[in-house]
Nanobody
Framework: QVQLVESGGGLVQAGGSLRLSCAASGRSFSRSVAAWFRQFPGKEREFVAA????????EYADSVKGRFTISRDSAKNTVYLQMNSLKPEDTAVYYC??????????????WGQGTQVTVSS
């Protein structure tokens, strides 16, 4: 069992930066694929970024490439999403997800509760 707790959301002006954190508990997290998703009001959750447990593989949605970076600190069992050059259209609830499956997994087993990110224009 893996439990995920996100933090770091908040209000920021356009062009600013935020770093989201996802603290994980559970033995299997260290070898899990970790990802970030976001959900806009009235829309389905969408993929933002994913990273393998080795750190060798990362994947990003086209809308965030070059602006967002996913990373993890295995010693702290924490995954981060560094978000730079934020735009008002990045405003959403951001969720951390993890799955013990291999790289390329599409369905994630474990989810955090979400953290709100609001970007003002």
């Amino acid at each position: 069992q893996v439990q995920l707790v996100e933090s770091g959301g908040g209000l920021v002006q356009a062009g600013g930066s935020l770093r989201l954190s996802c603290a994980a508990s559970g033995r299997s997290f260290s070898r899990s694929v970790a990802a970030w998703f976001r959900q806009f009001p009235g829309k389905e959750r969408e993929f933002v970024a994913a990273g393998s447990w080795t750190g060798d593989n990362t994947e990003y949605a086209d809308s965030v490439k070059g602006r967002f970076t996913i990373s993890r600190d295995s010693a702290k069992n924490t995954v981060y999403l560094q978000m730079n050059s934020l735009k008002p259209e990045d405003t959403a609830v951001y969720y951390c997800a993890a799955d013990p499956g291999g790289w390329g997994v599409k369905m994630y087993t474990y989810w955090g509760q979400g953290t709100q990110v609001t970007v003002s224009s």
